[in-house]
Every structure is written in C-alpha cells, then in structure tokens.
C-alpha cells in the first residue's frame, strides 16, 4: 500500500510540480490548500495575489484535477491570526523587525497541516520548498540548502522540530526554478508560467505600517523624534512602526549625506540615526533558540551564519551566553544587525539552528 503525502497547495508552481513528483515517485497524494487569511478586499488580494484569494484556491484545484488526486480547502485562519499576523504586529509595536516566514512555517504551515494531516492518515506533509531535509551521522534530522542559491529557503526553515522534520518530504529542493518550471510545462500544469508570490502574502500592497495601523488601532505609536547617538534631535518621524534597522530610503532628513537607522527606542519613540560605518557590528545575542542539526551547543563552534534571507552568510563564533541565549562573534563585521530577524547557522551547507536577534 502506497505511503500517504499531504502537499501543501498554494496554486504556485512550486507546490503544483511537489504534487506531480510525488505521484511520480508512487506516493498516495492528496492536496491541501490553507485558507489563511482574508483581511484585504477581495479585489486587492485578486490583483496583488495574496495567499488567499480565490484564484489560488482555484489553481491549486486545477491542477489537483489535472494530476487526478483529491483537493481539500482547510481554514487555518485562527492558527494564523494568532501566530503570525498578532505576532508580526507586536513585534513592529516594540520596535523590532519580524520575520514572519519564520513564525508561519514552524506553527502554521507545519504545526497546525502535520496535525490535520496525521490525522486524515497520512504519513508525511510536502511543501514546494527550495531546500532538502537530510538525516545527519548524529542522527538527527536537518534541513539541506537546494541545488540553487538563488532560490534557497532553508533560512526560513530553521525553526522545524525534529518531528515535523521526521513527517517532511520536499522535492522541489533537487532541482532549480527552471527545471521546476520545464516540469510544469512538460507534465501540462497551468501553473507553469505564474510569477512568484510576494515576500509577505499577507500584506500584497506591502503597506507595513498601514496594514499595522489596522491591526493595532489606538496602540500604534504616533510620530516621534528622529535622533542621534547622543540624542541630539534631527527631526520628526512618522512613527516607529515605518522604520527598520539598516534603512536609508525613505527617511526625509535633509543631512547631505547618506544616513541610516541604526537603532530604534520604543519606550521614547525615537529612532536613532547613524552614518554607514555605524550599522555595521561584529557580535550579536540571540535567543529562542532552536537547535535543528546539532542537539545542543555545549562549548564554541565555527559556523556560517546568515542575518536574513538574502544574507549570504558570514564566519561566526557561537557560544553560550545563558540559558536560551547565543553570542555570535562574526570574523568580519555585519550590516544591519536587526532586533526581530532570525540569525540561523549552517555547517557543510546544514541548518544547525538559530534563534531570534536581540
């Protein structure tokens, strides 16, 4: 008897060929799509191709018909409301950065799928992902990058259990965004041509701050100072939420030069501003860690590790620095260090773990 994969469906191209491989390979395959979150009017998501909007609901079904295999709609909306979208706000309103891939991937697309997926009988869950998950010699389980740098997502992956890892297949890791595309095309998929999704699926007009104004009502913070090191105050900012560390664009300071936010003070609702050799740091401390192809980190190790998704990654010492905090002492230093973001490490092209910056 054929094992049984649940795919995750998101009418992409990426998910459509992780469904065909699978069948291919002789799995039982049954597709889902999570109906996530519907906040926008239904024009906008239609126009931007936000993650829920009918007419990836709709490919996803097309293509499930074209491989002949059952489609379900499953709502996920309370698991994403409180995981992601409360989290994505909070996090803004105390002056960090979110990564929300992070968050949704670890709590939603596999917490909350891996449950209802065991639960129709299935033995694994697939995603479309760009990355491999392999078994290391110390046994434990370990997201791998892709074949391609250029679409790898291993990074926002870091935050996968051992359990959800033991339950995951993801085929689309071996090949490159071309191949996956010639496979659509060959195997008929309609789905072949369609673009990539946004970077945030919940916010397709990529308003942040207005999406957060929203959300928050009352509790958004209201303009405030921007300032320097030393507190000398350059001018009035549109408010905390509207700004992010590294940021040059987008500041409306007159300085005649480049300058960039270097931190944010949420308890005074100031942002701080710097020159370019300012947002650049050789350590930082993260925490909520966890540990993914290493089952702890008992004395320092020599790793790579990335800041954020397009991070290529840097040398790093990590070390211990409490019970659920990690010092990262870069060789070289680093731009942008942002509070929020995930810092994740890899050995031998391996996620060995992360944890949220400081």
């Given at each position: 008897m054929a094992e049984k994969v649940v795919v995750g469906m998101s009418g992409g191209v990426d998910s459509s060929v992780a469904a065909y491989l699978l069948k291919e390979q002789g799995y039982d395959v049954i597709g889902v799509t999570m109906q996530m979150w519907q906040e926008e009017p239904a024009e906008s998501m239609e126009k931007e191709g936000g993650c829920?909007?009918?007419?990836?609901?709709?490919?996803?079904?097309?293509?499930?018909?074209?491989?002949?295999?059952?489609?379900?709609v499953i709502p996920?909306?309370?698991?994403?409301?409180?995981?992601?979208?409360?989290?994505?706000?909070?996090?803004?309103?105390?002056?960090?950065?979110?990564?929300?891939?992070?968050?949704?991937?670890?709590?939603?697309?596999?917490?909350?799928?891996l449950q209802r997926s065991l639960e129709m009988g299935a033995d694994y869950i697939a995603t479309g992902h760009y990355a491999r998950i392999v078994r290391l010699e110390n046994g434990r389980y370990a997201v791998q990058n892709s074949v391609t740098a250029k679409k790898d997502q291993t990074y926002a992956l870091y935050?996968?259990?051992?359990?959800?890892?033991?339950?995951?297949?993801m085929p689309v890791g071996d090949y490159t965004k071309e191949q996956i595309r010639q496979i659509a095309r060959e195997a008929g998929l309609t789905t072949a041509h369609k673009p990539d999704s946004q970077e945030i699926c919940f916010i397709p007009d990529h308003d942040y701050a207005a999406f957060i104004d929203r959300q928050a009502g009352e509790r958004v913070p209201g303009r405030g100072n921007f300032v320097t090191?030393?507190?000398?105050?350059?001018?009035?900012?549109?408010?905390?939420?509207?700004?992010?560390?590294?940021?040059?664009?987008?500041?409306?300071?007159?300085?005649?030069?480049?300058?960039?936010?270097?931190?944010?003070?949420?308890?005074?609702?100031?942002v701080v501003i710097g020159e370019a050799?300012?947002?650049?740091?050789?350590?930082?401390?993260?925490?909520?860690?966890?540990?993914?192809?290493?089952?702890?980190?008992?004395?320092?190790?020599?790793?790579?590790?990335k800041i954020r998704y397009a991070h290529q990654g840097e040398e790093c010492l990590i070390e211990k620095a409490g019970e659920d905090k990690i010092k990262c002492t870069f060789t070289k230093p680093v731009r942008a260090i942002t509070p929020g973001q995930a810092v994740v490490f890899y050995e031998d092209g391996c996620v060995l773990g992360g944890g949220t910056i400081l």
């Open positions: 829920c909007s009918l007419n990836v609901v709709e490919d996803a079904r097309q293509i499930a018909d074209k491989l002949g295999i059952v489609h379900h996920f909306a309370q698991e994403f409301k409180e995981k992601v979208v409360d989290y994505f706000v909070e996090e803004y309103l105390a002056g960090r950065t979110p990564n929300p891939c992070v968050v949704c991937n670890r709590y939603v697309k596999w917490e909350a799928m935050g996968l259990t051992q359990e959800q890892l033991a339950h995951t297949l090191a030393a507190g000398e105050v350059l001018g009035e900012h549109l408010g905390i939420t509207h700004y992010t560390v590294g940021q040059r664009k987008g500041l409306n300071l007159a300085m005649g030069r480049p300058v960039f936010v270097t931190r944010i003070r949420p308890d005074t609702d100031e050799e300012d947002v650049f740091s050789d350590i930082l401390y993260c925490h909520r860690i966890n540990y993914m192809g290493m089952a702890d980190l008992p004395e320092k190790r020599m790793v790579t590790a």
